[in-house]
């Protein structure tokens, strides 16, 4: 199994990026995969995610009306498109699989067994 994020940069406050999850090696459609951050001194917190298996689609409180995660099931990659990002949103960014069930777990990183090395995203004021 391999997951590789993309796209992060610097962008000024109000800016967009999008990021891209490449996998490999597991049946995309089986797999939820769940987009976490994580800011300098901070716990690593969700951000989204979709599940393939049962097309739940999750997203933290503090991004809603701002991101926007879809997957390309030809190109077994996920993207999430950030709008009107804040300074807060700064982190570094991971995406990770897993097969599991229960959509209760998709918010929760010990629910992913599988995780990209991360992307940083940098939002400056």
């Known amino acids: 199994v391999r997951l590789v994020e993309s796209g992060g940069g610097v962008v000024q406050a109000g800016g967009s990026l999008r990021l891209s999850c490449a996998t490999s090696?597991?049946?995309?459609?089986?797999?939820?995969i769940g987009w976490f951050r994580q800011a300098p001194g901070k716990e690593r917190e969700a951000v989204s995610c979709l599940s393939n298996r049962d097309g739940i689609r999750y997203y933290a409180d503090s991004v809603k009306g701002r991101f926007t995660t879809s997957s390309d099931n030809a190109k077994n990659t996920v993207y999430v498109q950030m709008n009107s990002l804040k300074s807060e949103d700064t982190a570094v960014y991971y995406c990770?699989?897993?097969?599991?069930?229960?959509?209760?777990?998709?918010?929760?990183?010990?629910?992913?067994?599988?995780w990209g090395q991360g992307t940083q995203v940098t939002v400056s004021s």
């Open positions: 990770a699989a897993d097969s599991g069930m229960g959509f209760w777990n998709y918010g929760s990183s010990t629910f992913y067994a599988y």
């Open positions: 090696g597991f049946t995309f459609g089986d797999y939820t």
